[in-house]
Each structure stands twice: as structure tokens, then as C-alpha cells.
């Protein structure tokens, strides 16, 4: 009967020590300790490299370019000759341009010469005096052969008078008759010639006028030709011009970002050849949820990750850009998005400036991770992230250890970022609290801290 009872009842007692153990023993969980610190509020975002001003070079005019030898990654200095357009054609146009200038000089010479309207003008005077005396003369002179013509008349009636009583001989008549005849040529002569001398002051005392107008003429006639070769000179400009800049020059010590020509090539204006940039003005750009922009404000410290390893970089929100745009996601959902612009800090820039010229340089478009510290709350208790989890009251609450068990605590959060939340009311420093709490695991639960 004993043995029986001894057989039957070890076994179950046994299994009740077994039960009871696996009901009563401390579940093993990851605790961390409520510590004091910084807590800094973080938005995390991809972004990359850029340069805010790029310089592209470009065809002045259509021509030919030369061979271009500088590659991507040369440094240019200031002044230095980029690249060279075929100038033989301007050359050729500068030539006729100053051939031009040349023949327009050549006439303005020959226009302003006045020597001869000069004399003219201080002759003339005396012309006018002299062919006015004459006119004179020939007045006095019409006077006397009308005076002749009175006289001869009059013997001619006389000796016809004279003829009709027979008291002298016909030679006597027509000698009378042929000196009537005579002087009245003679008058008409003088008179012609009477006339032709007032025509002829008529004339003269114009001429001083139209010398006068001669030169105001060769005074327009200059003005034309000054236009004309002050286009000749414009032109002649405007080829120098082009000749000066058909030698491509940097402006300023720069950087080949990329060659768009290699060999000669006829192109047009406007054409682009090579981009340059500024290494040392390289900057960060990324683009945040519009959600999240209004906690960023210019001066906000960043943290750079990616250019260097797994190095820290910091730099500072420098601009927002401010109109959002709309960009799909790689899960294809249309999100709002606002440009922000950070820039490099002067020991990050110092950090790069070394790495360029250790031949490591980081270049336009390279991927950087950034974290934007928007607000930071010092000596405050902090907790992981993945120790908070939601109650059934919507509230926060963690896990605290205490006398072995599992303790549902609220808490009151503050700032916080992916990594620790700042506790403000709920818990001691130093207390500890479970790691990623299992759903499995129920308040009052005894546990036993890893």
C-alpha cells in the first residue's frame, strides 16, 4: 500500500515542484537604466551634395573651337586660358575694318580742305567792286551812244534837208545815212553790253553766298562721314572685342566639373563648353516633409554622415527654401516637400579642403545622411525610444523593474528623436525599465533583468 503511494505521489509532486516552478520563475528581459543627459528633438534626412553656383562657359559667337585639354577635376586659377575659338576670320574683318577708317579719314581730309572757298570769299569783295564799276562804265557808255545816235540823226535830217534844195552831193546823204546806221548799232551794243555787265554783277554779288553755302554743305558732309566712321570704329570695337574674347578665361580659381567638347568643333553661340564649379562652396541639400519643416529654423545644428565613413561632420541650416513640391515616394505615395539648404561648418570645410588634396575630394551629388537638431533639453532624464509603448489610455508608459516584477508606469515624454526620449514625469533616475517590452509580458510579472 505504501509503495504505492510512494510510486503514485513523488511522481505528482514532482510535477506540481515542476508547474509551479515554470509558473513562479522571473521571465529574463533586457533592462536598460533611466539616466540624465541631453536629449536633442532630430529629423533625419537624405540629402546630397551640391554646389550652389556653377559657372558655365559658353561659345561668345558660332565659330570654331579648338581642342580643349583640361579634364574633369582640373583646378583652374585665376585668369588662366580655357579655350581658344579659330580668330583667322575676325582677323580678316579687322582688317577691312581699318581699311575702312582709313578711306573715311581720307575723305573728311579732302572735305575739310576750304582753302579754295576761303580765297574765294576774300577775293570776291574786290570781283563785286570791279564788275560793279564796269556796269557803271557801261552805263555811261550806253548814255554817250544814245547821245551819238541823237546826234547822227539829227545830221542825217540836216543833210537831207540840205539834199532836197540840191545844195550838196548824194555821197554827202549816205554818208549821213550810214552814220545814223552806225550809231545806232553802236547803241544797241552798248546797251547789250550794259546788261550783260549787270547779269554778270547779278551773278557775282551771289557767289559769296553760295560759297557760303558750299562750306555749310562740307560741314553736313563731315558730320556724315564722323557717323560714319564712328560705326567704322564701332564695328572695329566689336571685332577687337570678339578677337579678345575668342580666348576663353576663368574668372577666379575654380574647379573642372565636366568638359561638354573634346576636339574641334564648329558650334553656335551660346553653346556650352565646360562647367565650372567652386569645391569649397559645396554644401548640403535635402528635402523634408512640409509636416516637419516649421520645427527647422536657420542657425539649427546638423549632423553630416556619409562623406567620410561613418565620421560626423557638423553644419548649419543655412535657408528654406519657401515653396514645397510635390514628389512621389518610393512606395509611390505623393508627399509635400520643402527644400533645406545646410551648410558645412569651417572644421568640416577644413576636413574637406585636406581631403582634396589627398586626392580624396568629395564632389557634387555625393549621398550624406543628416540629422537636423531642432530643439535640445540638457540634464533632463532620458530613456530609449523602444522602451515606450501606448496603454490602453492612449497614454505613454514603460516597464519599470521593481522588487522583481514588471510595473506599468505612465509616463510624461518630452523631446525626442529616434533614439531617446526625455522622461519628465514617471520615473528616478536610475531606475530601470525593460528594452522593447513583449506583448506576451503583463504588469506584475516577475522578471529577472539579463
Known amino acids: ?207 559769296p553766298q553760295a560759297v557760303e553755302h558750299l562750306k555749310q554743305r562740307k560741314a553736313l558732309a563731315r558730320a556724315v562721314l564722323e557717323r560714319e566712321r564712328a560705326e567704322a570704329e564701332a564695328e572695329l570695337a566689336r571685332i577687337d572685342r570678339d578677337i579678345e574674347r575668342a580666348t576663353l578665361r576663368s574668372r577666379g580659381e575654380a574647379v573642372v566639373i565636366e568638359r561638354h567638347v573634346d576636339g574641334a568643333e564648329d558650334l553656335a553661340a551660346g553653346a556650352v563648353l565646360l562647367e565650372l564649379g567652386r569645391p569649397e562652396t559645396m554644401r548640403v541639400r535635402i528635402e523634408v516633409l512640409s509636416s516637419e519643416a516649421y520645427a527647422i529654423s536657420e542657425g539649427d545644428r546638423v549632423e553630416l554622415r556619409g562623406l567620410h565613413g561613418d565620421r560626423v561632420q557638423e553644419g548649419r541650416v543655412s535657408g528654406i527654401r519657401p515653396r514645397a513640391k510635390t514628389v512621389v515616394s518610393s512606395l509611390g505615395v505623393e508627399e509635400q516637400r520643402i527644400a533645406v539648404i545646410i551648410e558645412f561648418s569651417e572644421a568640416a570645410k577644413a576636413e574637406l579642403a585636406e581631403a582634396r588634396e589627398a586626392g580624396r575630394g568629395v564632389g557634387a551629388g555625393y549621398r550624406v545622411w543628416a540629422r537636423i537638431v531642432t530643439d535640445a533639453q540638457e540634464d533632463t532624464l532620458f530613456v530609449p525610444r523602444t522602451a515606450l509603448y501606448r496603454g490602453e489610455d492612449d497614454a505613454w508608459h514603460v516597464l519599470a523593474v521593481r522588487d522583481g516584477r514588471a510595473v506599468a508606469v505612465a509616463v510624461e515624454i518630452g523631446l525626442g528623436d529616434d533614439q531617446r526620449v526625455e522622461i519628465r514625469d514617471g520615473l528616478e533616475e536610475r531606475d530601470q525599465v525593460i528594452l522593447s517590452p513583449d506583448e506576451q509580458l503583463s504588469p506584475g510579472q516577475r522578471v529577472r533583468p539579463r
Open 1 to 207: 500500500m505504501w509503495r504505492w503511494v510512494i510510486f503514485i505521489g513523488v511522481p505528482v509532486i514532482l510535477l506540481g515542484a515542476i508547474i509551479y516552478a515554470a509558473l513562479t520563475a522571473a521571465e529574463p528581459v533586457d533592462t536598460v537604466q533611466v539616466m540624465r543627459g541631453t536629449v536633442e528633438a532630430a529629423i533625419e534626412e537624405r540629402g546630397e551634395t551640391e554646389l550652389p553656383r556653377t559657372e558655365r562657359i559658353t561659345m561668345p559667337f558660332a565659330g570654331t573651337i579648338e581642342p580643349i585639354e583640361l579634364e574633369p577635376g582640373d583646378r583652374i586659377s585665376d585668369e588662366q586660358v580655357l579655350a581658344r575659338l579659330d580668330a583667322g576670320e575676325l582677323r580678316s574683318m579687322r582688317a577691312g575694318a581699318e581699311a575702312r577708317i582709313a578711306a573715311i579719314d581720307s575723305r573728311i581730309a579732302l572735305n575739310d580742305d576750304t582753302r579754295l572757298e576761303d580765297l574765294a570769299l576774300e577775293e570776291l569783295p574786290h570781283i563785286i567792286r570791279s564788275v560793279g564799276l564796269a556796269v557803271e562804265a557801261a552805263g555811261e557808255q550806253v548814255r554817250a551812244s544814245e547821245a551819238r545816235v541823237g546826234f547822227a540823226g539829227r545830221q542825217l535830217e540836216r543833210v537831207r534837208e540840205i539834199y532836197a534844195e540840191a545844195a550838196t552831193h548824194p555821197r554827202e546823204l549816205d554818208e549821213a545815212e550810214l552814220l545814223n546806221i552806225e550809231s545806232e548799232v553802236d547803241r544797241r551794243q552798248d546797251e547789250l553790253s550794259w546788261r550783260a555787265a549787270e547779269a554778270i554783277e547779278r551773278a557775282i554779288t551771289t557767289l
